[in-house]
T-cell receptor, first 112, second 113 residues
Framework: DGGITQSPKYLFRKEGQNVTLSCEQN?????MYWYRQDPGQGLRLIYY???????QKGDIAEGYSVSREKKESFPLTVTSAQKNPTAFYLCAVRGGAHTEAFFGQGTRLTVV | GNSVTQMEGPVTLSEEAFLTINCTYTATGYPSLFWYVQYPGEGLQLLLKATKADDKGSNKGFEATYRKETTSFHLEKGSVQVSDSAVYFC????????????FGTGTRLTVIP
C-alpha cells in the first residue's frame, strides 16, 4: 500500500524527555516536511528536506531536530529544549515543484 | 514574497447552502494552487488543484478557478452537506527557493442539518 506512515498516532512525553516521531514514505519522493499544528491553528513549518543527507530549518525549528539518512525516512526528535511540545505533528511528502504534497495521518504529542 | 491569505472562520452554514471560502495569494513567478481538507484528528487531504491561470480544479462538488488577474483561488460548492464539515486550507507552490510550499491559516466549516 503506497503512502506515508506516521507513528505513533498518540505519544505521551514526560517533562525533560526526548521523543522521536517517525515518518516513512514509499512514494519515492525527494522532499519531506514536518509541520506543527496547534488547536484551531494553521500549519507551522518545523524542518524540511529536499534530498537525502540535507535538511533546512523552517519557521519554528528551535527545540527540534531531524535526520535524513534514507530517502524513505525523515524522523523528528522533540527535545527537552522544546518547552511547549503538546501539539499535532504532520509529516508531508512532495515529488517536486508545482506538485501537491501528501500528508500522513499525524501524531498527537502530549506532555504529561 | 510568497504567501496565502484565507478568509477567516469559522464558517457555519445550513445543509444545502452555497459555500464560498476566499483565498488570495502573492507569489514570485507562476504558482500552482491547491485546496486541502482536514477532518478532525486526521492529516490534510488534497481536495483540488490548478497549475495555470484560468484552470478550474474540481472534486466532490467543490470548485476553484485560478484567477491570475485577481490573484485568487476561491473555493465554492453549490450545496454543502454535513459531511463537508472540516477545516479547509488554501496553498501555493512555486518553482524557486528551497522552501516553495506555502499554506493559508485554514478556515473551519461547520454545516448544520
Amino acid at each position: 500500500d503506497g503512502g506515508i506512515t506516521q507513528s505513533p498516532k498518540y505519544l505521551f512525553r514526560k517533562e525533560g524527555q526526548n521523543v522521536t516521531l517517525s515518518c516513512e514514505q514509499n512514494l519515492n519522493h525527494d522532499a519531506m516536511y514536518w509541520y506543527r499544528q496547534d488547536p484551531g491553528q494553521g500549519l507551522r513549518l518545523i524542518y524540511y528536506s529536499q534530498i537525502v543527507n540535507d535538511f533546512q530549518k523552517g519557521d519554528i525549528a528551535e527545540g527540534y531536530s531531524v535526520s535524513r539518512e534514507k530517502k524513505e525516512s525523515f524522523p523528528l526528535t522533540v527535545t527537552s529544549a522544546q518547552k511547549n511540545p503538546t501539539a499535532f505533528y504532520l509529516c508531508a511528502v512532495r515529488g517536486g515543484a508545482h506538485t501537491e504534497a501528501f500528508f500522513g495521518q499525524g501524531t498527537r504529542l502530549t506532555v504529561v | 514574497g510568497n504567501s496565502v491569505t484565507q478568509m477567516e472562520g469559522p464558517v457555519t452554514l445550513s445543509e444545502e447552502a452555497f459555500l464560498t471560502i476566499n483565498c488570495t495569494y502573492t507569489a514570485t513567478g507562476y504558482p500552482s494552487l491547491f485546496w486541502y481538507v482536514q477532518y478532525p484528528g486526521e492529516g490534510l487531504q488534497l481536495l483540488l488543484k490548478a497549475t495555470k491561470a484560468d484552470d478550474k480544479g474540481s472534486n466532490k462538488g467543490f470548485e476553484a478557478t485560478y484567477r491570475k488577474e485577481t490573484t485568487s483561488f476561491h473555493l465554492e460548492k453549490g450545496s454543502v452537506q454535513v459531511s463537508d464539515s472540516a477545516v479547509y486550507f488554501c496553498a501555493l507552490s512555486v518553482r524557486t527557493g528551497a522552501n516553495n510550499l506555502f499554506f493559508g491559516t485554514g478556515t473551519r466549516l461547520t454545516v448544520i442539518p
